[in-house]
């Protein structure tokens, strides 16, 4: 069997992915080797191994559950960023927010 290599750039949006097909061409120079399929943004995405499954949300990318599949056993995640507005000292302490002290202004 003859071995080949194909090399192709892909644009990947912010939190996603996006899926190629390569497939046989009579004609390669005629014919796309490569092409990007569009996918159901309201569905999840589920990546599996032979020991786990693995759920990310389809609209955020966010992670959404962990499927050991030897135990059975299934941990549902959540994770949010947040921010809060730092204290740049104030009457009850001049020490600012900085590293390792937290000091949010409320």
């Known amino acids: ?9 892909a644009t990947l949006p912010a939190w996603g992915y996006s899926s190629y097909r390569l497939q046989h061409a009579l ?15 309201s569905a999840d995405i589920t ?4 020991l786990y499954t693995v759920v990310f949300d389809g ?4 992670l959404k559950s ?7 056993s ?3 995640l ?3 960023f947040l921010e809060y507005r730092s204290n740049t000292g104030d009457t009850l302490s001049k020490q600012a927010s900085g590293a390792h002290i937290f000091r949010p202004v409320d």
Not at 27 to 41: F, G, T
């Open 27 to 41: 004609k390669p120079r005629h014919s796309q080797l490569l092409s990007s399929q569009p996918r159901d943004v």
């Open 74 to 76: 299934t941990d549902k």
């Open 66 to 72: 962990v499927t050991n599949k030897v135990s059975g």
């Open 78 to 80: 959540s994770a949010k």
């Open 1 to 9: 069997a003859r071995q080949v290599e194909g090399v192709s750039k």
């Open 47 to 50: 990546v599996q191994t032979q």
């Open 59 to 62: 609209q955020t990318g966010s």
